[in-house]
């Protein structure tokens, strides 16, 4: 078979922005995700530039030390760029480039004023192919009562990431264009499940829980498919001082929110893989009623007049073949891997619970 890796459509490129309170999880949950996937947990690995993977061994190095990582810096939000893709027999797959930017808590409390944080979010998140809004799980360790509900949200930033995620939808919606994934995770899921402590809330069902988040923030739950909700964990936190301590590194559920984000993209990117096939398809029968027509001639004329015309045109031809074969072959590998992905998924998904 031809090599057909310089005819491959191109690696697809993924905008995710990152909503949360300070003090959420965002960096920590970033710093978990990404160790758990590269040490092998699952088939599916990221690559990524030497800055990224020395800056996330510091932090998870600080986590093992009972030092969160430092805060998301005013001026320039955390950008994290990996390269998602899995081992298939002797081959590596490559499945999408991932831009992810963790953005400060307070940015999404101020105007986006020139060369802030603010302005950054403002004018990545309407272009953003997926959104993640992480939880402070301790907030849901009890119930979200009527009398709890306001200052669950406060300490959320609940209601003004529900409006700046609200534009987004209402803006796609009005272009035609389609909608982000949107995954709500829920940081130190642990302490919501743990034993319970003496005085303190009793263990919660993750129906219930997840009921109190969809309440809290229901436009993040309106994408049907589209939608995921994830119970997230770095490791085993306790309690000292009224301040969570990291005891042990353990990471669950972390992987699914990534792999939920990708999946969805890469749905969507199906369509736009066929409609580029279309294009290299017809194409080809261009080429092909063009060579028909020069071989059409007699013989003599063929040999005398047109034989630099068709070996040109010949060439053309069988190099659309091979992009339209490597095309073909691009398509499998995002139907298989999604299929692997969806299943994957599916029992995480509509549960809460990490795996």
């Known amino acids: 078979m031809s090599d057909t890796s310089q005819l491959r459509p191109k ?15 965002k960096s920590s949950y970033l710093a978990g995700m990404y160790n758990d996937i590269v040490r092998g947990a699952y088939s599916y690995t990221f690559k990524a530039d030497n800055e990224i993977r020395l800056r996330v061994s510091a932090e998870i190095s600080e986590l093992r030390d009972g030092k969160l990582p430092e805060a998301t810096d005013e001026t320039s939000p955390k950008v994290h760029k990996y390269t998602l893709g899995a081992v298939r027999g002797d081959k ?13 808590g307070g940015a999404i409390l101020n105007l986006g004023t020139e060369g802030s944080d603010s302005a950054k979010l403002f004018e990545l998140l309407p272009k953003s192919d ?15 009562t009527q009398e709890r509900y306001e200052k669950v949200a406060a300490a959320t930033d609940a209601n003004d990431i529900a409006n700046l995620i609200g534009g987004v939808l209402v803006d796609r919606r009005q272009a035609a264009r389609p909608m982000p994934s949107v995954a709500v995770l829920l940081a130190k899921s642990d302490l919501i499940y743990g034993p319970r402590q003496p005085g303190g ?14 309440e809290l923030l229901p436009v993040a739950f309106e994408l049907g498919r589209k939608s995921g909700f994830f119970e997230v964990s770095i490791g085993e936190f306790y309690l000292e001082d009224g301040k969570n301590r990291l005891a042990s590194i353990q990471p669950n559920g972390v992987a699914g929110p990534i792999f939920f984000s990708v999946a969805c993209f890469l749905t969507d990117h199906q369509q736009v893989l066929e409609q580029e096939r279309q294009v290299v398809e ?66 995480t998904l509509w549960s809460g619970r990490p795996r």
């Open 11 to 25: 690696v697809p490129q993924m905008t995710i922005s990152m909503l949360g309170a300070t003090r959420s999880g």
């Open 92 to 104: 590596f797959i490559v499945l999408v480039e991932i831009d992810l930017t963790d953005f400060r």
């Open 130 to 144: 997926s959104i993640f809004v992480v939880l402070d799980g301790t907030h849901f360790a009890e119930p979200v």
């Open 201 to 214: 809330p009793s263990r919660r069902e993750a129906g219930d829980v997840r009921q109190d988040v969809s």
């Open 282 to 347: 017809a194409a080809l029968r261009k080429a092909e009623d063009r060579l028909a027509s020069l071989q059409s001639w007699p013989e003599f004329i063929r040999r005398l007049f047109l034989q630099n015309k068709i070996a040109k045109v010949q060439a053309e031809r069988d190099g659309l073949r091979r992009q339209s074969d490597a095309y073909r072959e691009r398509a499998h590998e995002v139907a298989e891997e999604l299929g692997r992905l969806w299943q994957w998924l599916q029992p």
